[in-house]
C-alpha cells in the first residue's frame, strides 16, 4: 500500500475533518484510519529524532538525554513528570488526570536499547536511523529520507530501538496528539512510567515500585512493548515469562596449558563443562532434573486459549530454519507455558584466527532460565545446584582458592540472579475486556489473544507490589531484529499501532 500526501499534507488539512460540534468517543473506521495516517505522517520527525539519541543503559550519560528528551515530551502534551531516583539512573513517571476520571491507568514504556556493535549495521550509524526498502534483489536499500511522506506500507526504519521499544513511544506520543485534535477525553486518569534500564534486567525497578507504591497507585497496567503475532494481526498478551540468569564456571589448570605437554593428563574444562550441561537435557531438549517442571498443568480450557492462537508450525519452523523442534511442548503456545533452561553463551580458550593449542585454564556458560507463575525461581536454581553438585562437583559461588583446586576433582563456580517473576492475567479481567474491545472497534475485528509470552518483560513489579492486573499492546512487526544488528520498524506497524493506541484512548472504561 502507498500513501501520498495529496490528501492529507499536514496537520491543518487534517483539522478539516474534525466534527465542528465536537467528537463523541466513538469512532468511525473512515475517520479513525484517516487519524492515523495524518499523525503517522506528522510524527516520522519525533520518531527519526527519538531514534537519534544512543540509548545504552551502560552509557548513564546518554540515558540522560533520553530521560531529558521524555521530559520534554510529555511537558508538551499537558503531563506532569517526576524524576523517580534509582541507584543508577531515574525512572520517570509522566501523570496527566481527566475531569470525572474513576480510575487510573498506568502505562509502561522503554526507553533504553541493546548495545550495538556498529561494523555489523549496514548502514552509517545505528542512531542516525535509515529510511530503507527492498531492490528487485529482495535487498534492503537505503533510499533518501525525504521520501518517508510518500512511504509504502513494506518500508522500514532501520536504528537501535526502532521496533524495541522508541517506536512504540513515538506512536503513543503520535496518538496523544491525535485525541487532542479529536477531543478525545479519557474517562481515566493516564500514569506513564518509563524504564531507562529494560535491557540491564531493571535491577533497580522491584525497590523503585516498592518505595513509591503510592505515587506508582493504578487500577490497570498496560504494556506498549513487543511484536504482534506472527501474523501480524491486531494482537493481545496477557502475560509473559520471568526470567532468572546463571554463570556457570568449571576448571582445569590454573592457566592455559600447552595441548602436546599436557593434552591427555590436564583435564580439560571445556569438555567437562560440556558434558555437565548436556546432562541437564535429554536429546529432545527436556530438563531432566527432577521436579524442574512440577506444577505446571495444561487443563482442557487452557488448551483451548492456547488452540485458538492462530500459529502455523510449519511457517515457524521455516522462519527459522529447523527441521524439528524441542519436545517440551506439543507445539509452540504450549512449549513456551513451561520454565526454560537455556544456554545463552558459552566461552573456553580460543576460536577463528586466535585458535591456541591450549588445554583451557576454564569453560564459562551463561544460562537464562525462563520462569512462569507456577514456578519458584529459586526452588529451580536450587535443583540446577543440586544437580551439578550430583555429578560430582563442588560448588562455589567464587573463584576456587589453590588449596581448594588441590582438595577437589572437579569444582564448579555457579552464581545467579532474579529478575524478575512472571504475570499473567485473565482475559476477562476488566483491563483485558476493556483492550479487546478497543482492539475490536479499532480494526473491526478480535484480536489475537495470547495466554503467555515467551519473553520477559519487568511487569510483575507492578503486577504483585501494585496489586493491579496488566496486559501487553504489541505492535511492531514480529520480523523487527530486536536485540540484533539492523533492527527495524516496518511503516505499516508504525501506523496501526498510532490506530490501536488512538482507539485505547478513545475506549470508555
Not at 445 to 460: F, K, L, N, T, V
Not at 482 to 498: A, K, V
Not at 502 to 509: C, D, K, S, T, V
Request: with cysteine; aromatic share 8%.
Amino acid at each position: 500500500m502507498k500513501f501520498s500526501t495529496s490528501i492529507l499534507v499536514c496537520f491543518s488539512a487534517f483539522t478539516l475533518l474534525i466534527p465542528k460540534t465536537g467528537f463523541t468517543q466513538k469512532l468511525s473506521q473512515e475517520n479513525l484510519n484517516s487519524t492515523a495516517q495524518a499523525y503517522t505522517l506528522s510524527s516520522f520527525e519525533t520518531l527519526k529524532e527519538l531514534l537519534s539519541i544512543p540509548n545504552d543503559a551502560f552509557y548513564p550519560e546518554d540515558i540522560e538525554k533520553n530521560v531529558q528528551w521524555c521530559e520534554n515530551a510529555f511537558s508538551a502534551r499537558d503531563f506532569s513528570t517526576t524524576r523517580i531516583p534509582t541507584a543508577t539512573v531515574p525512572l520517570l513517571l509522566a501523570e496527566r488526570k481527566h475531569k470525572k476520571a474513576k480510575k487510573t491507568v498506568l502505562i509502561y514504556l522503554q526507553i533504553d536499547g541493546q548495545p550495538v556493535d556498529s561494523t555489523r549495521w549496514f548502514q552509517e550509524s545505528p542512531y542516525k536511523p535509515a529510511l530503507k526498502k527492498k531492490d528487485d534483489n529482495g535487498e534492503w536499500e537505503e533510499i533518501p529520507w525525504s521520501t518517508i511522506k510518500n512511504y509504502e506500507d513494506d518500508w522500514r526504519v532501520f536504528a537501535r530501538a526502532a521496533s524495541d521499544a522508541k517506536g512504540p513511544v513515538a506512536m503513543f506520543l503520535a496518538a496523544l496528539d491525535a485525541a487532542k485534535a479529536l477531543k478525545i477525553n479519557p474517562n481515566y486518569n493516564i500514569k506513564v512510567i518509563m524504564d531507562f534500564e529494560e535491557e540491564l534486567g531493571s535491577p533497580h525497578l522491584p525497590k523503585a515500585v516498592t518505595d513509591n507504591s503510592e505515587l506508582l497507585k493504578a487500577d490497570m497496567l498496560i504494556i506498549f512493548d513487543g511484536p504482534r503475532h506472527i501474523t501480524n494481526k491486531p494482537t493481545l498478551t496477557f502475560g509473559a515469562r520471568g526470567i532468572s540468569t546463571i554463570q556457570l564456571t568449571t576448571y582445569g589448570p590454573v592457566v592455559p596449558q600447552h595441548s602436546g605437554h599436557f593434552g591427555n593428563y590436564a583435564p580439560n574444562p571445556a569438555l567437562r563443562l560440556s558434558k555437565l550441561l548436556a546432562s541437564m537435557k535429554d536429546d529432545e531438549g527436556r530438563v531432566i532434573i527432577p521436579g524442574f517442571y512440577n506444577g505446571i498443568d495444561i487443563d482442557q480450557a487452557t488448551e483451548n486459549i492456547l488452540k485458538a492462537v492462530p500459529d502455523n508450525e510449519a511457517q515457524i519452523k521455516e522462519r527459522l530454519q529447523i527441521a524439528e523442534t524441542d519436545k517440551v511442548g506439543r507445539y509452540y503456545q504450549e512449549a513456551i507455558q513451561y520454565p526454560s533452561l537455556n544456554i545463552r553463551g558459552m566461552q573456553s580458550g580460543w576460536i577463528n584466527e586466535k585458535v591456541r593449542t591450549i588445554v583451557p585454564g576454564w569453560a564459562r556458560a551463561e544460562i537464562d532460565v525462563r520462569l512462569v507463575l507456577e514456578s519458584d525461581p529459586n526452588r529451580l536454581i536450587d535443583l540446577i545446584k543440586k544437580h551439578i553438585a550430583k555429578q560430582g562437583y563442588h560448588v562455589l559461588d567464587r573463584e576456587p582458592t589453590k588449596e581448594e583446586r588441590l582438595r577437589h576433582p572437579k569444582i564448579a563456580t555457579m552464581t545467579h540472579e532474579v529478575s524478575y517473576q512472571s504475570f499473567r492475567t485473565d482475559f476477562d479481567s476488566e483491563v483485558g475486556l476493556w483492550l479487546t474491545r478497543a482492539l475490536k472497534n479499532a480494526f473491526d475485528e478480535d484480536p489475537i489473544r495470547i495466554r503467555m509470552s515467551g519473553g520477559s518483560i519487568p511487569i510483575s513489579p507492578f503486577v504483585n507490589t501494585l496489586g493491579i492486573p496488566a496486559v501487553t499492546v504489541p505492535t511492531v512487526n514480529r520480523d523487527n531484529n530486536q536485540h540484533s544488528p539492523n533492527e527495524n520498524l516496518r511503516l505499516g506497524n508504525y501506523r496501526e499501532g498510532i490506530k490501536t493506541m488512538i482507539a485505547i484512548l478513545a475506549e470508555r472504561l
